[in-house]
């Protein structure tokens, strides 16, 4: 299984930026589909951005479409999730996860690994 260990949340005012960085080790992640998901609390846990092991397909939640980009570098065995235009709303603990069948999902039930989430805070 490999793990996952996100990092670059923070607080940030609305309108502000903030890049994620999901680090995984033990296999490498070229051939695995990857996603981004967000809870907030008292809310399940929600999809934000994926993509396919060969990066050739993304998927993007609504309210997050046209903000944020999700994209993956394989060399350094990573993905990250630009974020721009930060709104309150966006306020979540957010996960990174990891599908060996390398296609995209939205579903959380269809990724095998998690890392433990990065707080991110979009203050008005």
């Known amino acids: 299984q490999v793990q996952l260990v996100e990092s670059g949340g923070g607080l940030v005012q609305a309108g502000g930026s903030l890049r994620l960085s999901c680090a995984a080790s033990?296999?490498?992640?070229?051939?695995?589909?990857m996603g981004w998901f967000r809870q907030a609390p008292g809310k399940e846990r929600e999809f934000v951005a994926a993509i396919s092991g060969s990066g050739r397909y993304i998927d993007y939640a609504d309210s997050v479409k046209g903000r944020f980009t999700i994209s993956r570098d394989s060399a350094k065995n990573t993905v990250y999730l630009q974020m721009n235009s930060l709104k309150p709303e966006d306020t979540a603990v957010y996960y990174c996860?990891?599908?060996?069948?390398?296609?995209?999902?939205?579903?959380?039930?269809?990724?095998?690994?998690w890392g433990q989430g990065t707080q991110v805070t979009a203050s008005s």
């Open positions: 996860a990891a599908r060996q069948i390398g296609g995209i999902s939205t579903r959380p039930g269809d990724f095998d690994s």
């Open positions: 033990g296999r490498t992640l070229s051939s695995y589909g």
